[in-house]
């Protein structure tokens, strides 16, 4: 949709889905209503959910990269990454103020749709606001090239970009993923913890990623994204076996400050890779191509890496597992890192004294440099 159609129906119909399937689990029928078909109306408005964020964080990326300068494109689109965390904040916020004022057994009967209620409201008011968004200015103008391309054209053409985003995505998603939103599961079931203890470290976490994420994002502007991003793995390689393990420490200074390390290791992955995996591609099939090599790769270290790392972690005993997981995968990350261009310094986008002008007939990597003008 996104490379026939433009990155502005992407974007109004996944919040478009977003609030249906919102406002659906708010009006659930319960199970004393419906019987079992209340879990099987849940689970569908789920993937409905789940098909809706699949296109959503793509299609951000694209359009901030696509709507900004040259010289600020890594901080703009780390804004994309900040932005997901404020709102996986205020979602916690929301359910334990939910919790908190009223009663386990009010809760139970109607208070948890208020959670929901609240997501409704607000994909609903995102939606009024995006409607009156423009389409970017490089996909308006190389338009013609970027309609009705076949997806096994776009993956002949940049299939190397394909497979640098996987790596670089799966960097990013393994650190995020195990580092912050599995934590607090190691934390409870491995090292013992606190459910609100856990849950304040993850918090805390969730806090640092926000700050952090402008700031890689203007680092990767200032230095490059290959050179930010080879540091930051060089980090990811480094850091998470000795941070996993001081974040297990009794010592509750240690344990915080080995929750902020793993914080601004993700969180700056998260921000640099905001920019850097997009400008892997140009404008033609650059959403197709993205979702092919970046979501594959959240799917595997985001989505099936926790559990695997649980698992192992049970299995044999080594609560130190997690961070080598991250470690292996930074290893794996680097050598595409380096063997890439730096894109930072392409003009992705168009200049509106000329009109964009592609090269169908040749690879993006073969292009080493050039820009598509």
């Known amino acids: 949709m996104g490379d026939r159609w433009g990155r502005r129906p992407v974007l109004l119909a996944s919040m478009a889905l977003m609030f249906l399937a919102t406002a659906g689990m708010a009006a659930l029928p319960t199970f004393a209503q419906v019987g079992e078909s209340a879990a099987l109306w849940l689970l569908a408005l789920r993937c409905v959910m789940a098909f809706s964020v699949g296109g959503e964080y ?8 696509e709507s900004s300068t040259a010289r600020n494109r890594g901080l703009v689109t780390s804004l994309a990454a900040a932005a997901s965390e404020i709102g996986a904040l205020l979602a916690a916020g929301i359910s334990a103020l939910t919790v908190l004022s009223l009663s386990a057994s009010q809760v139970e009967e109607w208070g948890w749709r208020i959670p929901f209620v609240v997501g409704g409201v607000l994909a609903a008011v ?72 856990a849950m304040g470290l993850a918090t805390l976490a969730a806090g640092v990623v926000v700050l952090t994420s402008p700031v ?81 790769a959240t799917t595997i270290f985001g989505g099936i890496a926790p559990y695997a790392v649980q698992t192992l972690t049970e299995s044999t005993k080594w609560p130190l597992v997690p961070g080598l997981l991250i470690t292996a995968v930074a290893l794996a990350a680097i050598p595409a890192i380096r063997r890439g261009p730096e894109t930072a310094a392409r003009q992705t986008e168009p200049s509106m004294a000329n009109p964009v002008k592609l090269d169908i007939s040749h690879d993006t990597d073969s292009q080493g440099m050039k820009d598509h003008a």
């Not at 793509?58 to 990269?65: F, K, N, R, S």
Request: glycine share 6%; aromatic share 8%.
């Open 58 to 65: 793509t299609g951000v990326m694209t359009y901030l990269l």
């Open 126 to 197: 995102i939606l009024a606001l995006r409607s009156a968004l423009p389409e970017t200015p490089l996909f308006m103008q190389s338009r013609l090239a970027a309609q009705r391309e076949p997806v096994v054209r776009i993956l002949r053409r940049q299939w190397r970009a394909v497979v640098r985003t996987f790596f670089i995505s799966g960097l990013c998603s393994a650190a995020y993923y195990v580092g912050i939103i599995y934590l607090p599961t190691y934390l409870i079931s491995v090292q013992e913890w606190s459910e609100s203890s």
């Open 216 to 296: 890689a994002g203007w680092l990767s502007d200032r230095y490059g994204r290959r050179a930010t991003l080879l540091v930051l793995a060089a980090a990811a390689i480094v850091l998470p076996v000795p941070m996993f393990a001081a974040a297990g420490q009794p010592n509750v200074e240690v344990a915080v400050s080995a929750v902020v390390v793993l914080a601004c290791l993700a969180g700056s992955l998260s921000a640099v890779g905001a920019s850097a995996i997009p400008e892997q591609f140009d404008v033609r099939g650059r959403l197709t191509a993205l979702a092919i090599g970046g979501t594959v």
